[in-house]
């Protein structure tokens, strides 16, 4: 457990000797929690009112948390224990509230005065308790009051009060707590949940709906865990179940209100009416008249008036002895449902008929069959949400419930209620705060057209304020400082400088650059200059006299191949060469069951449920170089293209289903797996194509769809799979401007304005409506990408090697294993680069433009290769802001496919925890926002994944990308999602 820092012990251990006179070695401190701990021992015992009288002087004119290091926790309580050195036990121990040391003084002084005896515990009457504080709603001591109980574990706690608007009334507002938890270690929400509840609620305070608790690591910045706890107070719980006629709720209501007449009420149900039994409440033993009638029913009937409860029609009240078998007297009365139709119909007849708010009563009442324990804790909460013929029941209480102890219990319930064309159930379970469900079960009741997992509701009247919990009210203060901006800018600068002072002695060194501002005095060395000229000059002959050998030698080794950008018919006439260049790698049939083993897990990387299939490396370059549309600057929308164009050509029709976006589109969905999982669901040979593009955007996907392919060339359903970085408008766009100064790009434009000025299209993509002939935007020119092609012909043309580049670079990489110094480790690690480098390029891709990435991230080996790069410094997230040419982009396709009532899917793609750190959380969060707007937009539909597996590395290639595991995974998801509204054939 947590402990005082070596200083701040010093400093605690030097103060508590100086103020009690006790060598600082019979003195002993221990920080747990909020809670400070002292020992005071010698060879006698400390006398204790003399010792608490000199502590307690001191205490008076010493702030404890300066004594501590900034990290510490405040403190709240004090105890101080006295023993004799050897003993084990100390002899006496007395508690000290820091924010009643006047208090405890006077006592203390009263007792010295007294001469009160050692052993003799002071009294009551001075001393006001945390909880009596705390019940008049003070934060300060409401956190004193559960630190009492929580710094045993060493858990710190600080509590915090914000208005937030009541969601019974979103006009009105009303208290939330925030109670911060911080400990060394990351305690289990169970341990903490009940406890803390019953604590909390016991207090009854008034004001607040609910608490949260934020459990915190120290030293970290984002809180571990969250919890909910509702404070609806007891008395407002009992009566809500009283309105709905729950018997065992009246009758707690009506002894509460009895209990100052001394009156003791028991009652029972029969048929629609309430029966009541008032009784003395004394001890059976004893003989007691029987209550008065007057004073008993002037006290039930407008109880029970107010209350109305559902289906019982009247009641039936007794006054009897306790002793007494007969009742001394009866009086019957009418309730306010034999006067109300609305009130007369029972809860359960409600719930036949598919009333919620009696469905959610009947489910509560089932599952708190403890009502005790649902009013110290808040109980089982239950939320419906009814969609078609399905009703989803989500259950949350301070602990996650027990799927074995709610599941079949609400399922059974459901199905004997047998509501009209209700057809199937689902049950949810999660802790109070969490918004996923940590557990479903369900069962259909009837023959359902798609026996498949519907996916988990949005329980949005839970998400109302739990949203709020979880996105707005994050930025909550934690009980630790972090890093200033200043600091951080400090850093930076220090940085900087060191480097650009590193550079220019490195500079000065080479003799070839001298300082500008040196005096007159100092003549430069023009020598140094001048040998610095004939080295350069030296350099550039020794480079042009190694380019032109190795040129010659190239020429001579070089295969005989036709020139630059075509194949040899060789290769395309045989099919051994084309298979020698892209082998069929074995793989695990679709249908073969043993590729996972009886738990469920892969066994090896190589043997999947999606098989790797067919690379078409070779086929995709042939196919670019033949095809009669110009480059678009972009070498793998030239291959995807050309990919897809020979699809068109084999099966003389476009796919069904499109799938399109950047290399999380490209990674991330996998036809192959898609259309098992379809087939399965009923939707039988669905073709589907992969057109991914490594760092395409909205307005690249805009691009191919709009203009790019042809009307007759156009899928049945888009599924544009990406994230939110593809719709940030201030970064540079560099995949869309590299398109923009292609020859293709300006062919297809072209082509598209022509025409529209003709008014007479020449294909059915373009005819004359706003849709087709909106010109895509144009983008800013890109110096950088012009100036790096005119260099590389530049180089093309005076370097005999630099256009064969690749082949040199292969037969370095074979002589470099024949060398005696190459270990068979630096060659294993050469051919590893090599291949994760092909795994995970562009020329990987199937004949279905899927590419399979075998690679699992591994955090630990990954950041050693890769730097960790924070989301404030993300390029991708740049400037991030969701309107602009990303949002006009986007916009137009919607404007598009509608026209031709072509559904279009955005599905936001998995990420990891380790990606989705605050500040991209934040975008995620403004990106949620965008696309739930344009959700309203007809046959645009929304699906977020972002959140699927935030923790299970296995599926990701790294942390943004899913690898082919993980595409498996979310295709199945995507097939079995019913608001996809996928092709029939």
Same mark, same amino acid.
Request: proline fraction near 6%; charge should be negative.
């Given at each position: 457990?947590?402990?005082?820092?070596?200083d701040?012990?010093?400093?605690?251990?030097?103060?508590?000797?100086?103020?009690t006179?006790?060598?600082?070695?019979?003195?002993?401190?221990?920080?747990?929690?909020?809670?400070?701990?002292?020992?005071?021992?010698?060879i006698?015992c400390p006398?204790?009112w003399?010792?608490?009288?000199e502590l307690?002087?001191?205490?008076?004119?010493?702030?404890?948390d300066?004594?501590?290091?900034?990290e510490?926790?405040?403190?709240?309580?004090?105890f101080v224990?006295g023993? =004799?050195?050897?003993e084990y036990?100390?002899?006496?121990c007395?508690k000290?509230?820091?924010?009643?040391l006047d208090?405890?003084?006077?006592?203390?002084e009263?007792?010295?005065?007294?001469?009160?005896?050692?052993?003799?515990?002071?009294g009551?009457?001075?001393?006001?308790?945390?909880?009596?504080?705390a019940?008049?709603?003070?934060?300060?001591?409401?956190?004193?009051?559960?630190?009492?109980?929580l710094?045993?574990?060493?858990?710190?706690?600080k509590?915090?009060?914000?208005?937030?608007?009541s969601?019974?009334?979103?006009e009105?507002?009303?208290?939330?707590?925030?109670?911060?938890c911080q400990?060394?270690?990351?305690p289990?929400?169970?341990?903490?949940?009940?406890?803390?509840?019953?604590?909390l609620?016991?207090?009854?305070?008034k004001?607040?709906e609910?608490?949260?608790i934020?459990?915190q690591?120290?030293?970290?910045?984002e809180?571990?865990?969250?919890?909910?706890?509702?404070l609806?107070?007891?008395?407002?719980?009992?009566k809500?179940?009283?309105r709905?006629?729950?018997?065992?709720?009246?009758?707690r209501l009506l002894?509460e209100?009895?209990?100052?007449?001394?009156?003791?009420?028991?009652?029972?149900l029969?048929?629609?009416?309430?029966?009541?039994?008032?009784?003395?409440?004394?001890?059976?033993?004893?003989?007691?008249e029987?209550?008065?009638?007057?004073?008993?029913?002037?006290?039930?009937?407008?109880?029970?008036?107010a209350?109305?409860?559902?289906?019982i029609?009247?009641?039936?009240?007794?006054?009897?002895?306790?002793?007494?078998?007969q009742p001394?007297?009866?009086?019957?009365?009418?309730?306010?449902a034999?006067?109300h139709?609305?009130?007369?119909?029972?809860?359960?007849?409600?719930?036949?008929a598919?009333d919620?708010?009696?469905?959610?009563?009947?489910?509560?009442r089932?599952?708190n069959h403890?009502?005790?324990?649902?009013?110290?804790?808040?109980?089982?909460?239950?939320?419906l949400?009814?969609?078609?013929?399905?009703?989803?029941?989500?259950?949350?209480?301070p602990?996650?419930p027990?799927?074995h102890?709610?599941?079949h219990?609400?399922?059974?319930f459901?199905?004997?209620?047998k509501?009209?064309?209700?057809?199937?159930?689902r049950?949810?379970g999660?802790?109070?705060?969490?918004?996923?469900?940590?557990? +479903?079960?369900?069962?259909?009741?009837?023959?359902?057209?798609?026996?498949?997992?519907?996916p988990?509701?949005?329980f949005?009247?839970a998400?109302?304020?739990?949203?709020?919990i979880?996105?707005?009210?994050?930025?909550?203060?934690v009980?630790?400082p972090?890093? %200033?901006g200043?600091?951080?800018?400090n850093v930076v600068?220090?940085?900087?400088?060191n480097?650009?002072n590193?550079?220019?002695?490195?500079?000065?060194?080479?003799?070839?650059? %001298?300082?500008?501002?040196?005096?007159t005095?100092?003549?430069?060395?023009?020598?140094?200059? =001048?040998?610095?000229?004939?080295?350069i000059?030296?350099?550039?002959?020794?480079?042009?006299?190694?380019?032109?050998m190795?040129g010659?030698?190239?020429?001579?080794?070089?295969p005989?191949?036709?020139?630059?950008?075509s194949v040899s018919a060789k290769?395309?006439?045989?099919?051994?060469n084309?298979?020698?260049?892209?082998?069929?790698?074995?793989h695990?049939?679709a249908?073969?069951t043993?590729?996972?083993?009886?738990?469920?897990?892969?066994?090896?990387?190589?043997?999947?449920?999606?098989?790797?299939?067919q690379?078409?490396?070779?086929?995709a370059?042939?196919?670019?170089?033949?095809?009669?549309?110009?480059?678009?600057n972009a070498?793998?929308l030239d291959?995807?293209?050309?990919?897809y164009k020979?699809?068109?050509?084999?099966?003389?029709?476009?796919?069904d289903v499109?799938?399109?976006g950047?290399?999380?589109?490209?990674?991330?969905?996998?036809p192959?797996?898609?259309?098992?999982?379809l087939?399965?669901?009923?939707?039988? +040979?669905?073709?589907i194509?992969n057109?991914?593009i490594?760092?395409?955007?909205?307005?690249?996907?805009?691009?191919?769809?709009?203009y790019?392919?042809e009307?007759?060339?156009?899928?049945?359903?888009?599924?544009?799979?990406?994230?939110?970085?593809?719709?940030?408008s201030?970064?540079?766009?560099?995949t869309?401007?590299?398109?923009?100064?292609s020859?293709?790009y300006?062919?297809?434009?072209?082509?598209?304005?022509?025409?529209?000025?003709?008014?007479?299209?020449?294909t059915?993509?373009?005819?004359?409506?706003t849709?087709?002939?909106?010109q895509?935007?144009?983008?800013e020119?890109?110096?950088?990408?012009?100036?790096?092609? %005119?260099?590389?012909q530049g180089?093309?043309s005076?370097?005999?090697?630099y256009?064969?580049?690749?082949y040199?670079?292969?037969?370095?990489q074979?002589?470099?294993?024949?060398l005696p110094f190459? %270990?068979?480790?630096?060659?294993?690690?050469?051919?590893?680069?090599?291949?994760?480098?092909?795994?995970?390029?562009q020329?990987?891709v199937?004949?279905?433009?899927?590419?399979?990435?075998?690679i699992?991230f591994n955090?630990?080996?990954y950041?050693? =290769?890769?730097?960790?790069?924070?989301?404030?410094?993300? +390029?991708?997230?740049?400037?991030f802001?969701?309107?602009?040419?990303?949002?006009?982009a986007?916009?137009s396709?919607?404007?598009?496919?509608?026209?031709?009532?072509i559904?279009?899917?955005f599905?936001?793609?998995?990420?990891?925890?380790?990606?989705?750190?605050?500040?991209?959380?934040?975008?995620?969060?403004?990106?949620?926002?965008?696309?739930?707007?344009?959700?309203n937009?007809?046959n645009?539909?929304?699906?977020?994944?972002?959140?699927?597996?935030?923790?299970a590395?296995?599926?990701?290639?790294d942390?943004?990308?899913? +690898?082919?595991?993980?595409?498996?995974e979310?295709?199945? =998801?995507?097939?079995?999602?019913?608001?996809?509204?996928w092709?029939v054939k």
């Amino acid at each position: 457990m947590k402990t005082v820092s070596i200083d701040s012990q010093r400093s605690l251990v030097q103060w508590v000797s100086q103020a009690t006179g006790i060598n600082t070695f019979g003195v002993k401190v221990r920080l747990l929690g909020n809670d400070l701990h002292i020992l005071c021992e010698g060879i006698e015992c400390p006398q204790r009112w003399h010792t608490l009288s000199e502590l307690l002087h001191a205490l008076q004119h010493t702030d404890l948390d300066e004594l501590t290091s900034e990290e510490q926790p405040s403190i709240y309580q004090v105890f101080v224990y006295g023993r =004799k050195k050897g003993e084990y036990r100390p002899q006496w121990c007395h508690k000290v509230y820091l924010n009643q040391l006047d208090r405890h003084l006077e006592q203390v002084e009263q007792l010295l005065l007294a001469d009160a005896e050692q052993s003799k515990q002071p009294g009551g009457a001075l001393i006001v308790s945390n909880e009596s504080l705390a019940r008049q709603g003070n934060p300060d001591a409401i956190a004193r009051y559960l630190s009492e109980n929580l710094s045993n574990l060493g858990v710190a706690v600080k509590v915090q009060i914000k208005p937030h608007k009541s969601k019974a009334n979103s006009e009105s507002t009303s208290n939330r707590l925030w109670i911060l938890c911080q400990a060394s270690y990351s305690p289990d929400p169970s341990l903490l949940a009940e406890p803390v509840a019953q604590h909390l609620r016991h207090l009854k305070l008034k004001g607040y709906e609910d608490a949260v608790i934020v459990a915190q690591v120290r030293g970290e910045n984002e809180p571990d865990w969250r919890l909910r706890i509702d404070l609806t107070p007891p008395e407002a719980m009992l009566k809500e179940w009283a309105r709905w006629g729950d018997v065992q709720a009246i009758a707690r209501l009506l002894n509460e209100l009895l209990s100052d007449l001394k009156i003791a009420v028991q009652a029972s149900l029969k048929e629609s009416t309430l029966h009541l039994f008032c009784s003395p409440a004394f001890d059976p033993l004893e003989t007691a008249e029987a209550p008065a009638k007057d004073v008993c029913l002037e006290a039930i009937l407008p109880q029970l008036e107010a209350i109305a409860p559902q289906g019982i029609l009247a009641a039936t009240i007794y006054g009897q002895k306790t002793s007494d078998k007969q009742p001394h007297w009866v009086d019957w009365q009418s309730l306010p449902a034999s006067q109300h139709p609305a009130l007369a119909t029972p809860a359960l007849e409600l719930a036949t008929a598919g009333d919620e708010p009696a469905i959610i009563f009947l489910l509560e009442r089932l599952l708190n069959h403890d009502l005790d324990w649902r009013l110290k804790t808040g109980g089982l909460r239950v939320l419906l949400l009814r969609k078609g013929d399905l009703l989803h029941i989500m259950c949350d209480a301070p602990n996650c419930p027990a799927r074995h102890q709610v599941a079949h219990k609400v399922i059974q319930f459901i199905r004997q209620l047998k509501i009209p064309n209700l057809h199937g159930v689902r049950v949810y379970g999660r802790r109070a705060g969490n918004k996923e469900p940590l557990w +479903n079960q369900g069962a259909d009741f009837a023959q359902r057209p798609r026996l498949v997992p519907e996916p988990a509701p949005e329980f949005a009247v839970a998400s109302e304020y739990i949203s709020a919990i979880l996105n707005n009210e994050t930025e909550e203060p934690v009980l630790r400082p972090d890093l %200033t901006g200043e600091d951080v800018k400090n850093v930076v600068t220090e940085f900087a400088d060191n480097s650009l002072n590193t550079l220019r002695n490195w500079l000065f060194s080479s003799q070839i650059f %001298t300082e500008v501002n040196q005096s007159t005095d100092q003549t430069p060395d023009e020598q140094g200059i =001048k040998g610095g000229l004939i080295w350069i000059a030296l350099g550039l002959l020794l480079t042009l006299q190694s380019d032109w050998m190795m040129g010659f030698v190239i020429t001579r080794t070089l295969p005989h191949s036709s020139p630059a950008g075509s194949v040899s018919a060789k290769s395309n006439s045989s099919p051994n060469n084309q298979s020698a260049q892209t082998p069929l790698i074995n793989h695990t049939s679709a249908n073969d069951t043993t590729a996972f083993n009886a738990s469920g897990f892969i066994q090896d990387d190589k043997s999947d449920k999606s098989p790797l299939q067919q690379k078409a490396t070779a086929t995709a370059i042939l196919l670019a170089a033949r095809s009669q549309i110009p480059s678009f600057n972009a070498r793998q929308l030239d291959e995807q293209l050309a990919l897809y164009k020979q699809r068109l050509a084999k099966t003389g029709k476009p796919p069904d289903v499109l799938i399109i976006g950047s290399s999380r589109a490209l990674r991330g969905v996998d036809p192959v797996a898609l259309n098992q999982a379809l087939a399965t669901q009923g939707y039988s +040979n669905v073709e589907i194509f992969n057109f991914g593009i490594n760092g395409a955007t909205a307005q690249v996907v805009d691009f191919i769809i709009r203009y790019v392919l042809e009307s007759t060339e156009l899928p049945k359903l888009i599924l544009f799979a990406d994230g939110s970085r593809a719709f940030n408008s201030g970064r540079e766009d560099i995949t869309f401007n590299a398109i923009a100064v292609s020859k293709g790009y300006k062919q297809v434009l072209a082509k598209a304005n022509q025409a529209a000025t003709d008014n007479q299209p020449s294909t059915p993509k373009t005819e004359p409506d706003t849709s087709a002939t909106t010109q895509p935007i144009k983008p800013e020119l890109n110096i950088y990408q012009i100036a790096n092609e %005119t260099i590389n012909q530049g180089l093309t043309s005076l370097s005999t090697t630099y256009q064969n580049r690749n082949y040199l670079k292969g037969i370095l990489q074979k002589q470099l294993q024949n060398l005696p110094f190459a %270990t068979n480790q630096s060659i294993a690690n050469l051919q590893q680069a090599t291949d994760a480098e092909t795994d995970s390029g562009q020329l990987a891709v199937d004949f279905d433009g899927f590419l399979p990435i075998s690679i699992r991230f591994n955090p630990t080996t990954y950041y050693q =290769k890769h730097p960790r790069v924070a989301g404030s410094y993300d +390029n991708d997230y740049k400037d991030f802001s969701l309107s602009g040419k990303q949002d006009a982009a986007i916009k137009s396709l919607l404007q598009f496919t509608q026209s031709r009532k072509i559904p279009l899917v955005f599905v936001n793609m998995p990420l990891t925890s380790d990606y989705l750190d605050p500040a991209r959380r934040k975008y995620e969060q403004e990106f949620q926002q965008y696309m739930l707007q344009l959700a309203n937009q007809p046959n645009f539909i929304y699906r977020d994944l972002s959140l699927l597996w935030p923790t299970a590395n296995e599926n990701f290639s790294d942390p943004s990308h899913l +690898n082919r595991y993980g595409a498996y995974e979310v295709s199945k =998801k995507l097939a079995t999602d019913s608001l996809i509204p996928w092709p029939v054939k």
